[in-house]
């Protein structure tokens, strides 16, 4: 079983891919995934022969096609993944996404999806079950949401004080390694930019630096008055300190590219629609957005975690895609989780 460059790819459905096909080994498949475990760098891993891996998953990394109670303790679950791999679970570990999936972690604290078959089953299995709990064996455990915000990020000075106090873990002092790679690829025209959560600059510069016309919008004083600093050199490079959700309709259909790096995992996930509906708004008809999202599991935050099948179905109804791909030239803390998107505007 051969590997691109260290990467191991798991499709949607939760099986493991060699290029675009999936593998068919059984074996092979049991015994890649009993091999997940956790990164340093918060990324998931797993051996194939004696090759490890970044594991890219487009959903969870593993799937439960079936689940059913273990003879053991009442909270302790079985799950059968694809393969035939096997594995336990705490009833305590689940959570609810958006879309009524449940997530979890197994015994060795890897995260996994229900399929709906799996997730049918389990609700047969239960007694009850409503919105916020399930109850079985005659005890109701309570179920919180997938993603959920547990610090005051609304906080004016949240911001500020981080990148007063320290480096902040997302500035890397030079643009998105993803961005300098594929912007000259990209051959854009002249082209109005708008980037929203812009930290110090080092994206928006890069762009005012080909030659187009940048808006570069941060929450934070302090992140501006560093952009500023650094940037403020560049005449075609406007930096606006204000809340991103706060952007009026005066700005509506001005810009001809959006470009996302760090925004989207900094805002509570319950907003990212809305952030979604603002780049819609202020894009051009056949408008573009260009992205470099983060697909971690990382529950509170921020940054706050994704996968690609939640940034697709948050996406799909609003951008047609035209490349959407993972990125494997990232810093070594990003590893195994950069995600590229490029993608236009719909007509809805």
């Known amino acids: ?12 459905e939760g099986y493991l891919l060699l290029g675009e096909t999936r593998a068919q080994d059984a074996q092979v498949g049991r015994q890649v995934l009993s091999t997940l475990r956790w990164a340093e760098n918060g990324a998931i891993m797993a051996t194939v ?41 705490d009833l305590h570990s689940l959570t609810l996404d958006e879309w009524d999936r449940f ?3 197994s015994e060795e604290r890897i995260p996994f999806v229900m399929s709906r078959k799996a997730q049918a089953a389990f609700f047969n299995a239960l007694d009850e079950f409503d919105d916020d709990s399930i109850t079985y064996g005659g005890k109701t455990i309570a179920v919180e949401p997938w993603m959920t915000s547990k610090t005051d990020i609304r906080k004016s000075s949240y911001w500020s004080d ?47 630096e080909q030659g187009h016309v940048v808006t ?13 600093e650094k940037y403020g050199h560049l005449s075609n490079l406007k930096f606006i300190q204000k809340d991103v959700f706060e952007i009026d309709h005066s700005w509506n259909q001005s810009f001809d590219i959006v470009f996302e790096h760090t925004c989207y995992c900094a805002i509570p996930p319950e907003r990212r629609d809305e952030l979604v509906a603002i ?18 599991d990382r529950r509170d935050g921020p940054p706050f975690g994704g996968s690609e099948w939640e940034i697709r179905a948050r996406l799909k109804n609003a951008f047609a895609f035209t490349f959407w791909g993972r990125w494997r030239k990232s810093a070594e803390r990003r590893n195994g989780k950069e995600l590229f998107i490029l993608a236009t505007k719909k007509e809805i």
């Open 1 to 12: 079983m051969g590997l691109p460059e260290n990467y191991l790819a798991i499709d949607e």
């Open 49 to 89: 022969g004696t090759q490890d891996a970044f594991v890219e998953a487009f959903d969870e990394p593993l799937i439960a096609q079936m689940v059913a109670p273990t003879t053991g303790p009442e909270s302790l679950w079985t799950a059968t993944g694809n393969y035939g791999h096997e594995f336990q679970f």
């Open 103 to 105: 997530h979890g972690l």
């Open 162 to 208: 981080i990148y007063k106090s320290q480096t902040p873990g997302w500035e890397m002092n030079r643009p998105a390694p993803a961005l300098e790679d594929m912007l000259p690829r990209l051959k854009l025209p002249k082209s109005r930019v708008l980037v929203l959560g812009c930290g110090s600059g080092n994206d928006a510069a890069l762009f005012a």
């Open 216 to 228: 570069a919008v941060d929450f934070s004083p302090e992140a501006i008055k560093q952009g500023q």
């Open 279 to 296: 780049w819609r708004r202020v894009l051009v008809p056949t408008g573009q957005l260009l992205a470099v999202f983060f697909a971690v």
